[in-house]
């Protein structure tokens, strides 16, 4: 992630910061609680099986330093209350995206990507580099692999699913 405050995002997508001085940093995004480090905004998204406002009380205990919701919540933490925590992600990963100074690499097809980006990221890695992780290459796993971006890094190779 840039270093951007929970202020800066909300403003980016027109929201306000509920519950906190809005100066927050965070290190990451998640939207699993399971995989949750210390000081990443989490972002409760509602799928067809899961939702992930179930488990704002993990994401606290893990140390999430923020959360971005779609419905307000009795916690002692941050928050950005979002109408749709799906295009909350895009709207990031776009932002990210123009924040970026690099050059980004995209792949799209019906086969062979992930290798693909695998091969371009062995070459560059050196020179700093980002990958989407896997093949999460769907409209979850880009905006998330968009949103992770930083400016230390020169190059992004972006693996973009046919369905995405």
């Given at each position: ?69 779609e419905k307000k919540i ?91």
């Open positions: 992630m840039m270093n951007l405050t929970l202020s800066t995002i909300a403003q980016k997508v027109g929201k306000k910061v509920i519950g906190g001085t809005g100066q927050e940093k965070f290190k990451d995004i998640s939207i699993d609680s399971r995989t949750l480090e210390p000081s990443d905004l989490f972002v409760a998204l509602k799928g067809p099986f899961n939702d992930g406002h179930d488990y704002l009380k993990d994401a606290m205990e893990k140390g999430a330093a923020a959360f971005v919701v009795p916690i002692n933490k941050p928050y950005i209350l979002v109408e749709d925590s799906y295009k909350f992600l895009d709207q990031l990963a776009i932002f990210q995206r123009e924040l970026f100074n690099g050059k980004v690499i995209g792949l799209t097809g019906s086969n062979g990507k992930t290798t693909t980006k695998e091969i371009i990221y062995s070459l560059l890695r050196k020179e700093g580099c980002h990958k989407t992780k896997g093949n999460k290459n769907n409209h979850i796993g880009v905006p998330l692999t968009l949103a992770s971006l930083t400016n230390r890094l020169k190059y992004a190779v972006i693996e973009i699913g046919t369905n995405s």
